[in-house]
C-alpha cells in the first residue's frame, strides 16, 4: 500500500484517539500556553529525532533557500491559527460549529493545491469530497446562523490550509520530520513571543503547574507528535487534497472511542454522517485502489480512473 495513506491513515487514528482523550486532559491551564507548551516539547523530541536519524540535513533548517518558507509554516499553520481559533472557541456558544468549519479544511487546501501546486482533481475525488462535505455536517449539525466567530475559525481554517500548500512544496527537498520540525520549533517561537508581550501572566502561570497537570500535558504532547511525524511524513508522498482529506477519519474514529468507554449513544444523524465520511475517504483515496489492494479484483464500477 502506498507509504504516504498508511502514514495519513495513522495520522487520523492519532488524531481520532487524541480528540478523545484531550476530553479527560489538561484542565484549568490557558489554551494558548497549553499549546505552546506542548508545541515547545514536541520540537524538542523531533529536534532530537533528527540529530539521531539525520543530523546531516538539521542545517537545511536555515538554508536562505527555505528558510522563508519554514517561517512561513511555523507562522501561518503553527502560531496564528491557534490563537484565532481558541480566541473563537471562548465566544462561540455550540463548539459543533467550530467543528464543522474546522473539518472543511481540506476543501480550502484542494483549492490552494489546484491554484498553487497544479494538483489534478478528478471527478471522484469531486464526489468524494461532496460526500464529505454532507458527512461532515451531518457529524456536528452546526449552527447555521453567520457569526463573527465562526468567521474567526473559518480564517484560522484557511490558514491551515495554505500551511499545507506550503509544507508540500517544501517536502519536495527535505524530509517530512525536518518540516515537522520547523512547523512546530518556529509555531512554538512565534507563540511564546505572543505570550510575553500580550499575556505574561499566562506564561508565569507554568510554573505553577500541578504535576497532574504536567503528566496530561506529556500525553497530549505524545499524541501531537505522532500526529505531525506521521502527517508530515506522509504527506511527501501525497497529494494535498487526498492527505488533508483523509484526516476526516478521525471523526468517526473518536465517536466510536465516545460510544465504546463513555457509553453514548451515536444519534442517526452523526452515524449517518460518519458513515458518508468513510465511504467519502474510500472515493478521495479511490475505489479501485481499494480493491484491488484488498481482493484483488476490481469491479467494473470502480473501473474508472481515480
Not at 495513522?10 to 507548551?37: C, D, Q
Not at 493545491?113 to 460526500?131: D, Q, R, T, Y
Not at 464529505?132 to 453567520?146: D, E, I
Request: charged share 10%; proline share 4%.
Amino acid at each position: 500500500m502506498n507509504r504516504g495513506i498508511v502514514l495519513v491513515l495513522l495520522t487520523a487514528l492519532v488524531s481520532g484517539v487524541s480528540i478523545f482523550i484531550n476530553a479527560f486532559a489538561v484542565k484549568g491551564i490557558n489554551p494558548f500556553l497549553l499549546t505552546t507548551l506542548k508545541n515547545t516539547l514536541v520540537a524538542l523530541v523531533l529536534l532530537s529525532v533528527i540529530l539521531i536519524m539525520e543530523n546531516k540535513n538539521f542545517r537545511k533548517i536555515f538554508n536562505r533557500k527555505l528558510l522563508p518558507r519554514f517561517l512561513a509554516i511555523g507562522l501561518i499553520g503553527g502560531s496564528i491559527p491557534f490563537f484565532l481559533f481558541f480566541y473563537a472557541l471562548s465566544l462561540l456558544k455550540s463548539p459543533a460549529t467550530a467543528g464543522f468549519i474546522h473539518k472543511t479544511l481540506f476543501i480550502w487546501a484542494s483549492i490552494f493545491a489546484l491554484i498553487f501546486l497544479k494538483e489534478k482533481l478528478s471527478s471522484k475525488f469531486l464526489l468524494g469530497a461532496f460526500v464529505l462535505l454532507v458527512g461532515n455536517y451531518l457529524f456536528f449539525l452546526p449552527n447555521a446562523a453567520l457569526s463573527l466567530p465562526a468567521l474567526i475559525v473559518l480564517i484560522a481554517t484557511v490558514f491551515w490550509a495554505a500551511e499545507n500548500v506550503i509544507a508540500k512544496s517544501v517536502l519536495k527537498e527535505v524530509s517530512g520530520t525536518l518540516v515537522a520540525f520547523a512547523r512546530m520549533f518556529f509555531g512554538s517561537a512565534f507563540m511564546l513571543l505572543a505570550l510575553v508581550i500580550f499575556m505574561p501572566s499566562a506564561l508565569l502561570s507554568a510554573f505553577t503547574l500541578s504535576f497532574a497537570q504536567l503528566a496530561w500535558l506529556g500525553v497530549t504532547a505524545s499524541f501531537l507528535f505522532l500526529y505531525v511525524f506521521t502527517y508530515y511524513n506522509g504527506l511527501k508522498y501525497l497529494p494535498v487534497h487526498k492527505a488533508t482529506s483523509i484526516l476526516l477519519l478521525a471523526q468517526p474514529i473518536t465517536a466510536m472511542l465516545s460510544a465504546s468507554f463513555l457509553g453514548g449513544s451515536l444519534t442517526p444523524e452523526k452515524a449517518l454522517g460518519a458513515l458518508l465520511i468513510v465511504c467519502g475517504v474510500l472515493l478521495v483515496v479511490g475505489i479501485s485502489y481499494v480493491f484491488s489492494k484488498f481482493e484483488g479484483k476490481v469491479p467494473f464500477w470502480a473501473r474508472l480512473k481515480a
